[in-house]
Structures are given as structure tokens and as C-alpha cells.
């Protein structure tokens, strides 16, 4: 950028032809989302005051968010933060960025809660917490739940309580935990649903990711070498932490979702059902401890894995 008279419209230009050089997915769309957050406006402001000249500070801003981004550095990370079901969680260099798959799992979590608990007053866990996206978006939602959120990641706690201090009483009923999966968990603590999103990607696999991706924590992509290492952990374990009638969900990665289940069938889950993504790409899967509850838990479950 070399000095003159920059414009919205012009700066807008320029750093959609840079990031097109650079092979940047979105170059139009993430050139104006940036630009938004230096000018603290919506994006029609930059359409309606395209001529506006931009201050040298402001450009100073800019020209370092371009920076990143043409390095491939997630657009979350250089905005701090990312939306979330109905709220904006701050993400970092420690978290995964949310993605909208996820928010499916969330949506799946809040049908399932009154079948488990008349009232709500649900008691969730969340293993790999990370920006604790899940498991606040889960208590936004249901006012007499309660969670415990852990994550191996001392950063990537601090990131989670942030969030869920900012959002409305959820403070109040969630706690966060420094472990290894089930490490630190006294058994004689039960919980109606265990959630995890793990890191699911083959070892191998990693290296071929798209450059964003691959600037994500890889202690949240690497699943060992099958993808499948963290679900064998939390399989084995699960049924000591949950209550009789509990609820087990993942999300998985592509063509994992069979494997899933029937490790959750080995651990001796009593059903399992898989839920697909807005892709028609299995996404979800989801069992259930034991089928006392007899047609309640079939109703349950096929609500919650009901095609879009």
C-alpha cells in the first residue's frame, strides 16, 4: 500500500486483488470483514460511505490485519472472536475455531435434555472444551443446567471461563477443570450427557489441511493415526461418569461415524444413532447408556437425528 489517499472503496479493491494473489478462499468478503472491524461498523456502512478516506492510524490497523490474513492466519483469530448459536465467544491461538457443524450438535443437545431431565436441570460435561462453545451455548439455552467443561489446555480454560462469564448467569453454573479426558474426574460425579467434539483428523492428514486450519491448535486437530484415538479414550470411560439413563455425543470427522458408534456398541452403549450435517456428511453420533426408557429414548433419539 504504498501512501496516498486510501478510500474505503479503494483500500477495499486493493486488498481483495492481494488476498486473490495470495489464494485466500474469501478474498471480497474477508477484505470488507476486516475492514469493519478497524472502522467498528456493519458492512452497508462501507457501501454508503465508499468515499470515505481512512485515518493513518486506522490504516495502520488494517494493514496488519491484511498482514495475517494474506499468512493465512484464521479470520477469527485476528478478530478475536467468532459467533456461536446467539452469541460472540473470543477464540484464540489455544481454541478451535466454532464451526457452524457444531452448532447441529448444540441444536441436538437441547432436544434431547427435556427427555432426560423433566425440568432441564440437565448435568452436562464437556470433554476438549476449548473456547467452551458447546458447553455455554448448552447452558445459555437451558436455564437449570448445569456443566463442567475440561479441556487439557490451561489457555484454552482461561479462553472458556472468559466466555462463559460473559454470558448471561452462566458463571453460576458451570465449572472448569484442568484433564486428560476422565484423568482428574472423581467417578462418583455422574452426568446426564457427555459431549465432546476430540481432535479427529488422522496424523497423516494434518499436513494436507487447508493453511487456516493449520494454524489452529494442533492438540485440537490430531485424532492419532486413524482419527480415531480419542474416542477410544472417552468410550472406554464414559459409562463410570454418566447416570443411568445418560446420553453420549460426538462430533466426528468424515467417513468416522460408523466407527464411532460401533465403539460406543463395544463399550456397551445400548443404542446409537448418527445425525448427518448440512453437507448430507454423517456428523453426529449419539448413544444412549441403556433403554430402560423404552419408547422415550427412541422418540429422543430420532428427534434429535431428524433430517434437516
Known sequence: ???????????????????????????????????????????ITLYV??????????????????RRRGNFEP?????GEKEFMRNTFKVNKATLVPRPETELLVESLLKAAPYLRR??????????TGSGAIIVSLLDYLPHAKGVGV????????TAKANADAIGDVKERIGFVRSDVFSKLPVEKKFDII??????I??????????DVQQEPVTALDGGEDGLDFYRRIT?????HMEAEGLLAFEVGIHQAEAVAQLCRNAGFAKTAIRKDYAGIERMVFAVKTTKGGDAYEDMLLEITREL
Request: charged letters at 30%; hydrophobic letters at 45%.
Open 1 to 43: 500500500m504504498a501512501d496516498s489517499v486510501w478510500t474505503i472503496m479503494k483500500i477495499i479493491n486493493w486488498t481483495k486483488q492481494y488476498f486473490e494473489a495470495k489464494g485466500v478462499e474469501n478474498p471480497r468478503l474477508d477484505a470488507e470483514v476486516l475492514l469493519c472491524a478497524v472502522l467498528k461498523c456493519q458492512r
Open 49 to 66: 460511505d465508499f468515499e470515505r478516506p481512512l485515518t493513518e492510524e486506522e490504516l495502520a490497523i488494517y494493514r496488519e490485519y491484511v
Open 75 to 79: 479470520l477469527a483469530y485476528i478478530l
Open 119 to 128: 425440568e432441564g436441570d440437565v448435568k452436562i460435561l464437556d470433554i476438549g
Open 151 to 158: 479441556d487439557i489446555s490451561v489457555d484454552a480454560l482461561v
Open 195 to 200: 459431549v465432546s467434539n476430540p481432535p479427529y
Open 202 to 211: 488422522p496424523a497423516g492428514d494434518i499436513a494436507a489441511l487447508d493453511k
Open 236 to 240: 472406554a470411560e464414559a459409562a463410570e
